[in-house]
């Protein structure tokens, strides 16, 4: 019944419509059933259980089914209550209160509290423990609890947005007897989530077992979830295809024509809108010639947004202007810069640089970049640019991104939740990762993202983005290109499973803890 | 009767051998004349298109010519496999014929170091030189010299350690020659054979280690073509157009089965423990 | 006997230490570390070098090596950075798998090689002894990650055959283990039978020159029983030494061939280290491999003595 829909369709319409649409089809068809095994093919292993100290999305992925966070992502990053019920903010704008959701049991038995949400927080803002989530929560002075069921949290400044800050399993509520009070590890991997740890055997599988003590009444359905990582993209959809797995993450984009002409009625596949992120090129304002705003633009203008969105996506993205897809509320009508050649070459001239220059790319060695770059690379040619491409593996390449030691950098940015994720960072001053924007140095920028930050009503904070995403593409440091699609397929026996956009297996309402096998 | 046939047997495959380094080292000089096309040119919209009169092996992901990029990665694995081997003779030849010409304890720590470094598994050897020299085809170059700098250490250490036992060396040594003399104009001229045999087939190796590499990312930096690169890039895509990946994988076995071939041959000429 | 034993593990020995020297040094020469690897680009640096300094990195490199090589002495051989699995126990795990690879390699090896070398050289300068020494030099110089890939587009994903990539424990499912086992037996394998053939040959042809050969024949030993009981145990010898050589070589193998089949075993276990950097893991694993291919050279040395009596020590 779910098949009758044309895929062609269903891939023109935004993800929303999209999950709408799979959901109640394929829930109401049948009442669900418990037990069964859901294998899932993901792209690589995890690196380790501690849901805080990564910074890959294999451990947002992997782990969600296992630990939870105050608050949650819809299956479009809407925000949702998870552990906390609701929450509340001070007239002041520094005092956030959270109400816990009471009967929460650990996979231990024990009742989750505030202390131990006060306890993660905490953990995540110690700077010896490496936490991905620490960079987003440095606005928080002190945490206190007031009783069992309440957390408050004091920010050093209003921030109108704060509660998406603790929406994601770098942001995970884990009990302090999980961590080794000596060496600040997770020790053994507890949390709130469905599923409960079982087993891991490293490049091999991952296994959760079906929690069942969970908060939700009856759920989740299935027994056993085994997250086996396998990095060839071809291998992982043929083993999709010949039934070896039971969901896929991550389809090849250059297999979706092909899947989309040709429905099979053993599985199905799922494009997520916006689910690739966005591509950007980052010149770095601190290096000839690029501390020149013309050659900056000359830059942009011989960019083809078109082609370099194609081969980031193979097919599957739209040029862009920002860092949201289309399909995102947050994408804001900017005009976006045409490419021209001719406009190019006579800002080259204009700069004093009528025959063009040499200049280097750092390309890391990974997550299609390379691609990228070499796209880049050719049309730079056109206007004389000579870039050297210097891939560099994930490691060697961070660090010289980190110290600034590039001419030229390209990376993917992951789809956002909100604007303060997508800007701030990249773009202020203090936001940790400025060399992100290639050292992009604008005093309006700073008030601008403060202003945003501190702001909650979405149409002035509209007005405000809109700003800023027009001064970085004037400034043209942070070429953002393109915005991609992902794709994930399951097997037609799996029902009940809607894909979230950033790619979480599990969440409340959607994912692995409402799916279940039909017999 | 016989041996006529036989010595047909082992001539052809010298000549299939030569004519096969001839055929690698004709199209890595001659890669502008044959290429045809420029390796570097992308037309996105003629993607992975199969085989056809105008694009001989098809195109690439990025609408590149598949026959032109793998004549240049003949250029680009000729020059990894004669850089590299003339990088190791130069470390390695003098590092043996010492050790095997002065002994003693010299000869036993320098060996042990090459034990030592024989004992990692070549790949994993150049993974991490690589890393450690950054990307680009010359650190390729630098990780496969100092990989193979022991074989052609220990091929040189044993052809001195033989020599020296020869009559002549003997009397050089009591018509006043000097330890050098004797080494440079005696022990030397006569130890090139094997170096050189071990050499060639090291270019084979060469050939495997740097496409190898390129296949794990760590090798050739894109765009240039380099065979194993090539393979790499064409695992997304062998799927759905097999040429991409075909193609720079046939033209890796068939260099390194012409080294392979010469080697022996030259083998069989040059060393005449082995001429029967 | 004794005194070479004795000479060749106090090389053994040194060996050894120079290699974990080697092994440190250049470990740490690699730019990047196991931080920049879990942390990537997205994280500020203040909360990069807290992590660093917890965990040990900003110390002199002098003091990590003592420390490390004092513990591994003792057998200890650290913790991962990024699994926070003891090296041991992982090695534990992973080593099993990649024997049980090289040896199912080793198996395909001489499984080709034997019949092949020996038909070969007994109708030696034949069609047959053409071909058979055509498809070993094509072993020999298909580079395996190539002929990898082609066996997966051919029989997994053209034909359907057999699974393209996966570890599956014998003890699991045996049938499903040897299913999973073929193709990267088969990859790995191929090269060595390629090199082995040769040896085989070459052994054969040289024992069938040999005097006791004639007498055997002339004595009225059809030949097939002269190969089985004479010639073939001398001719295996200088194949021996040639596979022990070639473990090292296997080894290597494995850790392309393991990255192609995504077998959990040793080889991705290094790869995956260098590229996050795991010191820990990455010294343990290439130290205990290169000490494991050492040991086994020096098993088929001796292995050889015992078997050889020509052959002398002192």
Redesign the interface.
């Known amino acids: 019944m779910r098949r009758s829909v044309h895929p062609w369709l269903l891939a023109a319409c935004s993800a929303l419509v999209v999950c709408s649409l799979a959901l109640p089809l394929s829930t109401l068809a049948q009442t669900p059933v418990r037990g069964g095994t859901v294998i899932v093919g993901v792209q690589s292993d995890i690196p380790h259980l501690d849901p805080h100290r990564s910074a890959l999305t294999i451990t947002y992925v992997a782990l969600s089914p296992l630990y939870q966070t105050l608050v949650d992502l819809g299956p479009n990053l809407e925000l949702r209550p998870l552990l906390a019920t609701s929450w509340k903010v001070s007239p002041d704008g520094l005092t956030w209160t959270f109400a816990l959701r009471r009967g929460v049991r650990f996979h231990n038995g024990r009742e989750l509290t505030s202390r131990d949400v006060k306890f993660s927080i905490e953990r995540i803002l110690n700077p010896k423990t490496g936490a991905r989530g620490r960079g987003d929560l440095s606005v928080v002075d002190s945490i206190a609890t007031p009783d069992p069921s309440t957390v408050q949290f004091r920010l050093k400044s209003p921030f109108g947005v704060f509660p998406t800050k603790l929406a994601t399993t770098y942001q995970a509520i884990i009990p302090a007897e999980a961590v080794d009070p000596a060496t600040n590890q997770v020790t053994k991997a507890i949390g709130t989530g469905p599923f409960q740890f079982a087993e891991w055997k490293t490049n091999d599988h991952l296994a959760l077992r079906r929690f069942d003590r969970y908060w939700e009444p009856g759920r989740p359905y299935l027994d056993e979830i085994l997250i086996k990582p396998i990095p060839d993209e071809t291998v992982r959809l043929t083993a999709l295809q010949t039934g070896d797995i039971t969901l896929a993450l991550d389809v090849p984009q250059v297999r979706l024509a092909e899947l989309f002409r040709r429905p099979s009625p053993d599985y199905v596949i799922r494009l997520v809108r916006g689910g690739g992120g966005q591509g950007v090129v980052i010149l770095n304002t601190r290096r000839k010639p690029f501390d020149n705003l013309k050659v900056r633009q000359a830059v942009a203008y011989a960019m083809n947004k078109r082609e370099l969105t194609d081969a980031a996506f193979r097919g599957w993205g739209r040029p862009v202007n920002q860092n949201f897809a289309p399909s995102s509320p947050w994408y804001l009508p900017v005009k976006d810069r045409p490419w021209d050649v001719a406009k190019a070459k006579q800002l080259l001239a204009e700069a004093g640089m009528p025959e063009g220059f040499k200049t280097t790319m750092t390309v890391g060695n990974g997550y299609g970049l390379p691609a990228v770059a070499q796209v880049f690379q050719a049309q730079m040619r056109r206007i004389g640019v000579d870039v050297a491409l210097q891939v560099y593996d994930i490691p060697s390449w961070a660090k010289r991104i980190d110290s600034g030691d590039f001419d030229i950098d390209n990376t993917g940015y992951f789809p956002k939740v909100d604007p303060d994720d997508a800007y701030y960072r990249y773009l202020h001053t203090n936001g940790g990762v400025w060399q992100l924007s290639g050292y992009l140095h604008n005093a309006e920028l700073d008030r601008l993202l403060d202003q945003g930050r501190a702001e909650s009503d979405p149409a002035k904070r509209r007005t405000i983005y809109a700003r800023v995403v027009q001064i970085v593409q004037d400034e043209a440091s942070m070429l953002i290109f393109g915005s991609g699609d992902s794709a994930v397929g399951w097997r037609s026996a799996l029902r009940g499973f809607a894909p979230q956009l950033i790619g979480a297996l599990s969440y409340p309402g959607g994912g692995l803890q409402e799916a279940w096998l039909a017999k | 009767m016989?041996r006529r046939?036989?010595a047909l047997?082992r001539h052809r495959?010298a000549i299939v051998g030569g004519g096969l380094t001839a055929a690698l080292v004709v199209a890595a000089l001659g890669a502008p004349l044959i290429a045809r096309d420029d390796p570097?040119?992308?037309h996105?919209a003629a993607s992975l298109e199969p085989p056809s009169a105008q694009h001989w092996f098809g195109t690439d992901?990025?609408g590149r010519d598949i026959w032109a990029r793998v004549v240049y990665g003949a250029r680009l694995s000729f020059g990894v496999g004669l850089l590299s081997m003339l990088l190791a003779t130069a470390a390695g030849l003098p590092l043996g014929a010492a050790a095997g010409y002065l002994g003693g304890p010299f000869d036993a720590l320098a060996m042990?170091?090459m034990?030592?470094?024989?004992?990692?598994?070549?790949?994993?050897l150049a993974?991490?030189?690589v890393?450690?020299l950054?990307?680009?085809t010359g650190s390729g170059i630098i990780a496969i010299g100092i990989v193979y700098v022991p074989v052609v250490a220990r091929v040189s250490r044993a052809a001195v350690l033989a020599r020296c036992r020869e009559e002549y060396v003997d009397a050089a040594r009591a018509l006043g020659e000097t330890d050098w003399g004797v080494l440079t104009r005696h022990v030397l001229p006569n130890c090139l054979a094997p170096v050189l045999v071990q050499v060639t087939v090291g270019f084979?190796s060469a050939i495997?280690i740097e496409?190898?590499l390129s296949?794990?990312?760590?090798g050739t930096?894109?765009?240039a073509p380099s065979w194993?690169g090539m393979?790499n890039?064409?695992?997304?895509?062998?799927?759905?157009s097999?040429c991409v990946?075909?193609f720079?994988?046939l033209a890796?076995?068939?260099a390194?089965?012409g080294f392979?071939?010469l080697g022996d041959a030259m083998r069989d000429v040059l060393d005449p423990r082995l001429r029967r | 006997m004794i005194p070479y034993l004795q000479t060749r593990l106090a090389a053994l020995a040194l060996v050894l230490l120079l290699m974990s020297m080697i092994v440190f040094s250049f470990v740490h020469l690699i730019p990047g570390d196991p931080v920049e690897a879990m942390l990537g680009v997205e994280v500020d640096a203040s909360t990069k070098q807290g992590l660093r300094h917890a965990l040990g990195f900003d110390r002199p490199l002098a003091a990590q090596y003592a420390l490390w090589i004092g513990r591994a002495l003792r057998g200890d051989l650290g913790t991962s950075v990024r699994t926070n699995q003891r090296v041991t126990a992982i090695l534990a795990e992973k080593l099993p798998i990649t024997l049980g690879l090289t040896l199912a390699a080793a198996g395909v090896g001489l499984a080709i090689a034997l019949p092949a070398g020996v038909v070969a050289a007994v109708r030696r300068d034949s069609l047959v002894d053409l071909g058979a020494m055509g498809i070993a030099l094509a072993g020999v110089s298909i580079p395996s990650f190539w002929l990898g890939v082609m066996l997966i587009l051919l029989f997994s994903l053209h034909w359907r055959l057999l699974p393209a990539i996966g570890y599956v424990p014998f003890a699991r499912d045996p049938l499903g283990a040897l299913r999973h086992l073929v193709l990267p037996a088969v990859t790995l394998g191929l090269g060595l039978a390629g090199a082995l053939t040769r040896m085989v040959r070459s052994g054969v042809l040289e024992e069938l020159g040999q005097d006791y050969v004639r007498t055997a024949r002339a004595k009225g030993l059809r030949a097939g029983a002269v190969i089985a009981r004479h010639v073939l145990r001398n001719a295996l010898l200088p194949t021996l030494t040639v596979l022990g050589v070639q473990v090292s070589v296997l080894l290597g193998g494995a850790v392309i061939t393991e990255q192609i089949f995504a077998w959990p075993g040793v080889g991705q276990l290094a790869v995956q280290a260098v590229l996050s950097r795991d010191y820990p893991v990455l010294q343990g694993t290439i130290l205990v491999v290169a000490a494991l291919a050492t040991v086994i050279q020096l098993l088929v040395d001796l292995a050889y003595a015992l078997m050889d009596p020509r052959v002398r020590y002192t």
């Not at chain 2, 034990?115 to 070549?122: E, G, I, K, N, Y």
């Not at chain 2, 296949?215 to 760590?218: Q, R, V």
């Not at chain 2, 890039?233 to 759905?240: G, L, P």
Request: aromatic residues 8%; charged residues 10%.
């Open positions: 016989k046939w036989r047997l495959l570097l040119g992308m996105m992901q990025f042990r170091v034990d030592a470094v024989l004992a990692f598994p070549a790949i994993l993974i991490g030189l890393a450690a950054g990307p680009g084979a495997v496409a190898g296949f794990l990312g760590a930096p894109p765009p194993g393979l890039e064409a695992r997304q895509y062998m799927a759905a097999p990946a075909v720079p994988g890796i076995s068939i390194v089965l392979n071939l």
